[in-house]
């Protein structure tokens, strides 16, 4: 910001005994980086300047070179209009539109004429900071815990790429890349790196090279490089990917990682950035936490469960959870009015909170604390790989710099040199980035919530084709945790034999399974498969189910790996099928009496004894079933 001591400025009179405008007065002087002058309404001034003193009293006073002079509410938009912001340039033309500032007027004489209590309430909601909000430690902060959750999901990918993509894979990206389906419709609509190669090799090659990448931005080398990398490489893997990388938090992290890339600095080493980061770069990361909350929140109320609405959806939940941990079992041991109560809460923090996302500092603050507390319940009850800390992360948005300078060292942010606003092409890069984000995702809430037009068919139709554009990215997206919950616990059972009369079960690592087998902690590692089979379970075998079945009949051992252990260790069984059970949690007295964590109830066949067809060894698709 440049100082115009050599031009003819604005003068902005106000009162020096009112500690509440002195600060006021503080956070304007930084707005309009030394183009307007700020002064105490002294007599002697006052009088020059032909300023009668009752007028002086009731309001600020602003002077400018012209010789106009305006008050209150208008002063005020007037003062902030020869900032050196562009954003708050807006903001402060829009302030003097006809019916805004009228509003605006009423309201600052209220203030004015409440000036102790405005006082408590502003240093309740904007703190006593008088500096502008900076967010480059936010950036930085961010920017570590991105690569950090890119490191969690091409870790844990890497640990079951071969199992659920590979050549003998339950899914072989091979398939698709070589589908005449698939590409018929169009590489750009699946973009994959994959498209060129999708061997084994290359698969594995893909999480090595995504896990140096996240350990670069780890350690803020070329971070926007790095960033960029890792959203087009999780891109390449989502494409093609189908139901193993279909969960939310996937699509979450490509949008996050695009933002990333968005606000990165630039540079091999940056440090904190030399520029800081726009206020149109904060909105959308806001925005996003907004949607992402919200959207949930929303989509509870428009599915019709009946178990949101009459409060009891954590009479079911956290017994149905996917994964559930030994939390979630106290937690269902919790009176039934606390359970109640944390529905509620839930429902609150999704629908009202969400819109704290836009509010003054404190108020920021304490939707972040909200969230956090919010994250840290759904960590300890159950496990939903990296979308616990990828939340986290974002949440970081709703602070600044000042509250993070309390907790990061102080060496990382002592020396700093003092940021420059963001250059032309970081506020175009940033606009054009915006535009199909901000519409995109307004759209989806809007729909959602029911209010989406029909009528205009212009509009229908623009926004239909830019999404049609931005849907082969998945960084654009509709969130919406839960909005049915699931009532009952039905579990697969995959048993495998040789003479179809006695049946030897499949131990998966992670899912729930023998009664005594404690409930686990397994985030933010994603076991793909054992969350799949929980979906599975909910209704008829879908075809993936199947080709887990043939690659056990096959004795496939990248997918044997994805099990806990390899009841056929000679050869493979000569048939396999799936048994279905209704689980329940015990009391705490069963637990005591039997040991055991579950009962469960056998509900029949999921899927009838199958068998490989003769010289079907090489061959997929050759199921048969054994009679």
Known sequence: MRATTGEPRPLV???????????????????????????????????????????????MQLVEPSGRRSSGAEAVFRMLAWSPR???????????????????????????????????????????VTEPAEHRLVRWAFMRLLGGTFLIAFTSLGKQVLGLYGAKGIRPIRDVAQSERYAAQGRWRRPSVFWKDASDAALVRGCRVGQGLSLALLLNVAPRLSAGA????????????????????????????????????GGVRPGLGKRDVSALEVFLFRMLVFRLYFGSGVSKFHSGDRTWRELSACDVYFETAPLPTRGGWAAHQLPRSVRHAGTAAVLAAETAVPFLAFGPRRVRQAAFGVFSALQAAIMATGNYGFFNVQSLAMGLWLLDDAALRRVLPEGLWRDAKPARPPSVLDTALST????????????????????????????????????DRMVPLHSVNAYGLFAVMTVDRPEITVEG??????????????????????????????????????????????????????????GSPEVLELFASNPFPDRPPRMVRAVLHDYRMTSPEERQRTGAWWKRERRGLYVSPLTLAPGSSEQAGRLTWYV
């Not at 033309?93 to 502003?122: C, K």
């Not at 939310?248 to 949008?255: A, N, P």
């Not at 307004?442 to 139709?461: H, I, N």
């Not at 590692?525 to 009949?553: K, N, V, Y």
């Open 13 to 59: 009179l106000f009162d020096g005994d009112c500690g509440f405008c002195k600060r006021w007065v503080a956070r304007w002087r930084q707005d309009t980086g030394g183009r307007v002058r700020f002064a105490a309404g002294t007599g002697w001034l006052r009088a020059l300047l032909g300023i009668p003193k009752g007028d002086m009293r009731r309001a």
């Open 86 to 128: 562009w954003s708050t340039r807006v903001a402060a033309r829009m302030g003097l539109l006809p019916g805004v500032r009228q509003v605006a007027g009423a309201v600052y004489s209220v203030i004015a004429h409440n000036r102790r209590r405005a006082s408590r309430w502003d240093t309740w909601l904007f703190s006593r």
């Open 230 to 265: 890792l959203w087009g490489l999780y891109l390449s893997y989502v494409s093609l990917g189908r139901e193993f990388l279909s969960f939310q938090w996937d699509v979450l992290l490509l949008e996050m990682g695009l933002l990333g890339t968005l606000t990165a600095p």
């Open 432 to 467: 054009v980035t915006a535009v199909p984000v901000l519409t995109l995702g307004t759209v989806e809430l809007l729909r959602r919530m029911g209010w989406w037009p029909r009528g205009p068919e212009r509009l229908v139709r623009a926004v239909d084709w830019l999404e």
């Open 497 to 554: 034999s040789d003479d179809g009369v006695h049946w030897v079960a499949y131990p998966f690592r992670y899912k729930t399974s023998a009664v005594d087998q404690p409930p686990r902690q397994v985030a933010p590692h994603q076991p793909r498969l054992d969350w799949q089979m929980w979906f599975a379970a909910l209704g008829s075998p879908p075809s993936w189910f199947l080709a887990l079945l043939e690659r056990l009949l096959e």
